[in-house]
């Protein structure tokens, strides 16, 4: 397989564990082991010790693909497939591409989306959105992208970096769109029910298309990324039955203390994200203040959902050359746009994290000391 330097996770191998404060980070705020076990109930906590370090099944847990799936509507366990999400990723593009192919992704956005389609021979098309109308990814942009031989649309809301959710009405619309074509539909929804907005939050795409495969799990949502579990949900069983011969040659089977505490999560979730979106409703408001002080440095286009934003700066020439200089002088790290292929004026900020404020406060310092 030839594939190019994945530059986001590149760029956090270099400064994640050395620099002393992040603002790069796009999950929220982890939860320790203490902390988890102690949402259990008695018999799950005594699973979860009992717990022999074998072999778990390729396809995932049974109770776990059960919790999984009950997030959904009409989806069941065998509609579920557990993998760590970037393994699901890759299964599900085996799974379902072939050379030639075309596949149309949403851009900027997380590199495994549509690199490993290229890596397959795919023909890729980039569906950009339009920053002056906040972000927005058009509908009829997306139709002129579409070809006959488009075999695959990958979407992304809440969207990673910018934080932007189509209405209700795109989503059914863009589903008709994918429907009458009979292309496939993967739908990375990784930030799903952290939405900023009353009711933002999208029917999820197993749910409602049958050619759609939904990408979700425990690294951003419940803050446990360490778990390094995940799941494809859809209505295809041959796909999923096709993943799951792939994943023999991947990594076989998950790790099963992260099974039962990803359970464990699943039984909370409901807590565990209350806890979650009041942390980033607080964050928010800092994140404004942050911002509106400052219109001569940035702009930003407010994100509807997700625990990122996607800040333009002004008066300098290069996001990255700036991240450089502020991981070594401060010791804070961004992520800016180079590592999303996407030009040098944006960088990626996550306001997730509990120290979120006083790591923004010493940012604003920093910035503010800027000839």
């Known amino acids: 397989m030839q594939i190019p330097p994945f530059a986001l996770e590149r760029y956090f191998a270099k400064h994640e564990f050395s620099a002393k404060y992040l603002l790069s980070s796009s999950d929220c705020e982890s ?10 109930s008695p018999e799950m906590r005594k699973t979860f010790f009992d717990l022999k370090l074998g072999y778990t099944e390729s396809m995932g847990h049974p109770q776990l693909r059960a919790e999984a799936a009950a997030i959904y509507n009409g989806i069941d366990a065998d509609n579920v497939l557990i993998a760590a999400p970037e393994e699901a990723i890759f299964l599900l593009m085996h799974a379902l591409l072939r050379p030639g192919d075309h596949v149309v992704s949403v851009f900027p956005g997380y590199q495994s989306l549509y690199e490993i389609a290229g890596s397959i021979g795919c023909q890729l098309s980039r569906w950009e959105p339009v920053e002056a109308e906040n972000w927005h990814f058009d509908l009829a942009r997306l139709e002129q992208l579409i070809t006959p031989q488009t075999k695959l649309v990958v979407v992304n809301f809440p969207h990673n970096p910018t934080g932007y959710i189509p209405s209700h ?6 589903i008709g769109m994918l429907r009458e074509r009979g292309i496939y539909l993967l739908s990375d929804e990784m930030y799903r029910f952290l939405e900023i907005e009353s009711g933002a939050t999208l029917t999820s795409a197993c749910e409602a298309y049958e050619r759609a495969f939904s990408l979700f799990g425990m690294s951003k949502t419940f803050g446990l990324p360490g778990l390094r579990i995940g799941w494809i949900a859809t209505q295809d069983a041959a796909t999923l039955a096709r993943m799951l011969e792939l994943k023999d040659y991947t990594t076989i089977c998950s790790s099963a203390p992260s099974e039962i505490l990803s359970i464990i999560a699943l039984q909370n979730k409901e807590s565990i ?5 009041a942390r980033l409703k607080r964050n928010f408001a800092l994140l404004d203040e942050f911002f509106a002080a400052r219109p001569e440095r940035f702009t930003l286009n407010r994100p509807r959902g997700g625990s990122i934003c996607f800040p333009r700066m002004l008066g300098i020439e290069s996001t990255l050359e700036f991240a450089d200089k502020l991981v070594a002088e401060a010791g804070i790290m961004i992520a800016p746009s180079h590592v999303f292929d996407y030009g040098d004026q944006h960088f990626r900020m996550g306001f997730g994290r509990e120290n979120f404020g006083e790591v923004l406060g010493l940012f604003g310092e920093y910035v503010d000391k800027m000839d």
Request: aromatic share 4%; net charge negative; glycine share 0%.
């Open 31 to 40: 939860l320790s082991i203490p902390e988890l076990l102690e949402m259990a």
């Open 273 to 277: 994200i209350a806890a979650q979106n």
């Open 169 to 174: 009405a795109e989503f059914d619309e863009l």
